[in-house]
C-alpha cells in the first residue's frame, strides 16, 4: 500500500469513518509493532503501546499534515513516543531487567529474532544520509531510535566513556541535519 | 538557554524526537512545544526524517485481541470480560512502590509545576497573529490552564472556556480561564463521553456566562496531541 493510500485512509478515519481506520491498521500495524517491540522488547508490553497508539490516531486523525511527513512516519512517531514513555516509566525497564531471566516465555521476546529486527531491517529514505556518518556515530543513534537507549545505556552497551557517546550523538544528528538540508 | 539559537533548537529537537532528551529537559522542551510554533516544526521536521528508520523495519502481526481491544476502547463493540491480565503480576509489587515514590516525588518537590505528568492531549488557544494565548494540557483527572503574556487583560470581564460536541450539542462550559498565570479545571465526564471538535473561548461578564450558553466566542482550537 502506498502513501497516497494511507493518506486517504486517514482522511476518512479523521471523518470518522471505521472501515477506513480499520483498513487502515490493517495497512500500517505491522510496522507500528515492529517499532514497538524493538523498544520495549516484551510482546505484551508492545501490545499495550499499539493499542494505545491507534485510540490516540483515531481521537487525533485530523491533527496529521504533510509537514510531519509521511502519513506511516507520523503513525510510527505516536507509537514510539508511546512506548518511550513506557520504557522511561523506570520500575517497568527495572522490573523487566530483574525479572527477565524468569520470564514467561510467551511474552519474552530476548532470546528470539525478533529481538534485533533493526540489524536486518530495509534500507530507510535516512540511510543516505546515515552513510555520511562514522560508523560509532551511526551505531549510536540506531541503539537510541530502535531500543530506546539513553545515553548511559548507549554508553554500557557500546562499552564506552559517556562523553564520547554524547559527542557522538550530538554530533552525528548535526552532521544528519546537514546532508538533510542538501 | 536561548531558544533563538537556531543550532541549539535544533540539537534539542533532534534529541527529542530521538528520545535521548529526558528527564526535566524533556518536560521543560514538551512546555515550549506548546507554546512555539517554530519550535513544533522543527520537532516535525525531525520525526518526518527519523521515522523512516521505524518504516523500515519489517513487519511484525500482532495479536488478533489488539485490534478487538482498540475496537473496545473506542466504543465500536461491546467490552467482553477479560479474560487476560492487564498487567504481569510480577510487576504488580513495582507499582505499588512506584505509587508510593510518585506520591513521595509529589509531596517534596520543590516546584510542583515540573512534575512530569503524561499529557494525553493538549489545545493551544491563539490569537489571530498566531500568538499563543492559553496552553491547554488535558489530564486524566482535570485540565491544566496556563495564560501567557498575550492574553488581553479586561479588568470588567472573564474569558470562559467551552467544549463544542460533535454530536451538535450546546456547547458546554468547562469553567474560567486564568487571565494570568495558572489553573486547574475539573475534566468532566462527558470529556470522555463525547467527540469534541474543538474547544472555545468567549468573553464573558466577571464570574463567567449568565445564561450557561456563550456570549461572545472570540477563539476555537482543536485537540491535539504532543
Redesign the interface.
Known amino acids: 500500500m502506498d502513501t497516497s493510500q494511507h493518506l486517504q485512509l486517514l482522511s476518512a478515519t479523521a471523518q470518522g469513518d471505521r472501515k477506513a481506520f480499520s483498513a487502515l491498521y490493517e495497512a500500517t500495524s505491522g510496522k507500528l509493532y515492529a517499532v514497538s517491540l524493538q523498544l520495549l522488547q516484551k510482546r505484551d508490553l508492545a501490545e499495550e503501546a499499539l493499542q494505545e497508539a491507534y485510540v490516540r490516531i483515531w481521537h487525533n486523525a485530523s491533527e496529521y499534515n504533510e509537514q510531519r511527513g509521511s502519513v506511516l512516519a507520523w503513525m510510527i512517531s505516536i507509537v514510539r513516543y508511546r512506548a518511550l514513555d513506557m520504557l522511561r516509566a523506570a520500575k517497568v525497564r527495572l522490573d523487566y531487567q530483574t525479572h527477565e531471566s524468569r520470564e514467561d516465555s510467551d511474552t519474552a521476546i530476548s532470546a528470539s529474532p525478533e529481538n534485533n529486527l533493526f540489524e536486518r531491517r530495509d534500507r530507510a529514505k535516512i540511510d543516505d544520509c546515515m552513510d555520511h556518518l562514522e560508523k560509532p556515530q551511526s551505531d549510536a543513534i540506531t541503539l537510541a531510535y530502535f531500543r530506546g537507549f539513553t545515553h548511559q545505556e548507549v554508553c554500557h552497551h557500546m562499552s564506552t566513556p559517556l562523553g564520547s557517546v554524547k559527542s557522538w550523538i550530538r554530533r552525528g544528528l548535526e552532521r544528519l541535519k546537514k546532508c538533510l538540508e542538501t | 538557554m536561548n531558544y533563538n539559537d537556531e ?1 541549539l533548537k ?2 534539542l529537537s ?2 527529542y ?4 532528551l ?1 528527564g526535566r529537559a524533556r518536560v521543560r522542551y514538551q512546555r515550549l512545544l506548546l507554546e512555539r510554533s517554530d519550535v513544533r ?1 522543527n520537532v ?2 525531525w ?17 488478533a ?3 478487538q ?2 475496537q473496545q ?2 466504543g ?1 463493540i461491546e467490552i467482553q470480560k477479560k479474560t487476560s491480565k492487564p498487567w ?1 503480576t ?2 504488580l509489587p ?2 505499588a ?2 505509587a508510593t515514590i510518585f506520591f513521595a516525588v509529589i509531596l517534596f518537590w520543590p516546584k510542583p509545576e515540573i512534575v512530569e505528568v ?1 499529557t ?2 493538549i489545545a493551544i488557544v491563539q490569537n489571530a497573529k498566531a500568538e499563543a494565548l492559553w496552553l491547554i494540557q488535558i489530564m486524566d483527572d482535570k485540565l491544566h490552564i496556563r495564560a501567557t503574556d498575550n492574553v488581553t487583560l479586561h479588568a470588567d470581564n472573564d474569558y470562559e472556556l467551552w467544549m463544542l460536541a ?1 454530536d451538535g450539542r450546546a456547547p458546554v462550559s468547562l469553567g474560567l480561564l486564568p487571565k494570568t498565570g495558572e489553573n486547574n479545571l475539573d475534566r468532566p465526564t462527558l470529556f470522555d463521553q463525547i ?1 469534541i471538535a474543538a474547544l472555545a473561548v468567549s468573553l464573558e461578564p466577571l464570574g463567567g456566562s449568565p445564561n450557561g450558553q456563550p456570549t461572545k466566542v472570540l477563539f476555537t482550537t ?5
Open positions: 543550532n535544533n540539537a533532534s534529541e524526537v530521538l528520545g535521548t529526558k516544526q516535525w521536521h520525526e518526518k526524517h527519523l521515522n523512516t528508520l521505524g518504516e523500515s523495519l519489517e513487519a511484525q502481526k500482532p495479536r485481541e489488539v485490534w481491544n482498540i476502547r473506542l465500536f504481569p510480577f510487576l513495582g507499582a512502590l512506584a503524561p494525553k492531549q460533535k467527540e482543536e485537540l491535539m496531541m504532543l
